[in-house]
């Protein structure tokens, strides 16, 4: 089982909760998210690396909705983060500190004391001013700090190129060089511990062939230093495992975890995961609501109350969301639409070209596989609200984001005396 959506007697169920229910009273447009399939999937890469026990350090980019974050603390999930909003998150979800990782090319001084402070326990250093920054920090805290040194293994993940990060070009992680000095030069760093090797090569990657191919570069590297005395404890083998969002055919757990543990299977490091999409991914949908149906000449616009601004994926990378009706017709009859949102953009598209049933003004639609990078991406654009969250378990649903209102929209704002009227 994939995910707990699917159909009876032509309705759109999420787990035992009618979907068109939840529209009714919580209105559209919403992201709802499945408690059970968001669990499963961490449920089944912990069973998948069962044998080395590894950190799963869900991360929180994709989705950091609390109820979704204390869901996966609950059952055992650390958080990889890349801010200080998402510590800020993560510790009000309940996270251990000792089980949070912190990635990112641009930590400010606020951030790196902030999480120092919270005593987290990793960071992931992506260039020696940072690592000295941190060194600093530290010293000034009076307190060891325990890093990871994220490596650019310099592989072509195979995935869109806003989303590939472990290339040459990219700006994340240190060339293996740069890491190998670092270690020479320890000692510089008292108040630090270089604890680590961390690496992320990408995001949506369905084939094993370039995790293994990154994870072969970093071991041999890994023999080398080891050959010169350095030592690392901690393994952090990023995330990326793609999803299925149309006819990709994803390793799954079990594979991906067939194909990476026995590379490390002799060495004694801790293994650390930071999945979000393979968490996220197929665990949440977008639902929006049809206001008109607009016939060009050309095409078909079905024109529907959630846009780009709610879910930037399609406008951003072009990305596949299968459209489900929450009412299947009986007549099955279908038509080929644009669904677009209202927003001033010729980007504002959530589908495009799709041939879907018959739609009319006021029919609602679920845009699949939008847990991950959904509402995490969302923004005020067009000084639309920010819609609902809502978390079915069984045949439970609550509100876990209210909708905004037009005075979160201006929360924040004033304006000065010496701009006057005339
Ligand atoms: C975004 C990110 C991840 C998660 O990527 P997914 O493709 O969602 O699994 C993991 N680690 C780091 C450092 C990231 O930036």
């Known amino acids: 089982m994939m995910h707990d959506f699917h159909y009876e007697e032509g309705e759109l ?24 399939t968001f ?23 994709a989705n950091s909705n609390l109820a979704v974050l204390r869901a996966l603390v609950g059952k055992g999930a650390g958080l990889d983060i890349v801010s200080g909003g ?7 979800a309940g996270c251990a500190p000792s089980k949070i990782v912190y990635a990112g090319v641009g930590k400010t001084d606020a951030e790196i004391e902030a999480a120092i402070r919270t005593g987290i326990l990793l960071f992931n250093v992506e260039s020696i001013q940072e690592l000295d920054r941190i060194g600093r920090l530290a010293r000034k805290l009076n307190r060891k700090v325990k890093v990871s040194l994220r490596v650019n ?45 961390h690496v ?15 994870f ?17 404890q901690y393994l952090n ?32 490091y801790k293994l650390i995961l930071e999945p979000g999409r393979f968490i996220a991914g197929n665990s949440g949908v977008f639902v929006s609501r049809v206001i008109y149906i607009k016939p060009t000449k050309v095409k078909n616009f079905a024109i529907i109350d959630g846009g780009m601004n709610d879910l930037i994926r399609p406008a951003l990378y072009d990305s596949f969301h299968d459209v489900w009706p929450l009412r299947q017709t009986r007549s099955g009859e279908k038509q080929t639409y644009d669904v677009v949102g209202p927003i001033c953009e010729s980007g504002d598209f959530l589908a495009k070209n799709r041939k879907i049933q018959k ?40 509100i876990v984001r209210r909708r905004e209102i037009y005075s979160d929209l201006v929360r924040g704002e004033r304006i000065p005396s010496w701009v006057r009227y005339k």
């Open 13 to 36: 169920y999420c787990e035992q909760v009618r979907v068109s229910d939840i529209a009714e009273r919580v209105g559209t447009p919403f992201y709802l998210y499945s408690y059970q």
């Open 39 to 61: 669990t499963e999937h961490l449920l089944k890469l912990q069973k998948a690396f069962r044998a080395a026990k590894p950190l799963i350090c869900f991360s929180m980019k």
């Open 86 to 92: 998402e510590l800020f998150r993560a510790r009000k």
């Open 153 to 197: 293994p310099n592989v072509d993940p195979d995935t869109h190129e806003h989303i590939a990060t472990g290339g040459a070009e990219s700006k994340f992680g240190l060339d293996f060089d740069t890491v190998r000095l670092i270690f020479m030069r320890q000692e510089k760093y008292p108040n630090l511990a270089i604890s680590g090797i």
């Open 200 to 214: 992320h090569i990408g995001s949506q990657i369905v084939k094993g062939t370039p995790f293994v191919k990154a």
């Open 216 to 232: 072969r570069k970093v071991l041999i590297f890994l023999t080398h230093l080891e050959q010169e005395g350095y030592r690392i």
């Open 237 to 268: 083998l990023g995330g990326g495992l793609g999803i299925i969002y149309s006819d990709e055919r994803p390793q799954t757990a079990e594979q991906f975890a067939k194909q990476v543990l026995p590379l490390f299977q002799k060495k004694k």
């Open 359 to 398: 739609l009319q003004s006021g029919d609602l639609l679920a845009f699949a596989s939008a847990g991950a990078y959904g509402f995490s991406m969302a923004s005020n654009y067009n000084a639309r609200p920010r819609p609902a969250e809502v978390m079915v378990r069984g045949g439970r649903f609550a």
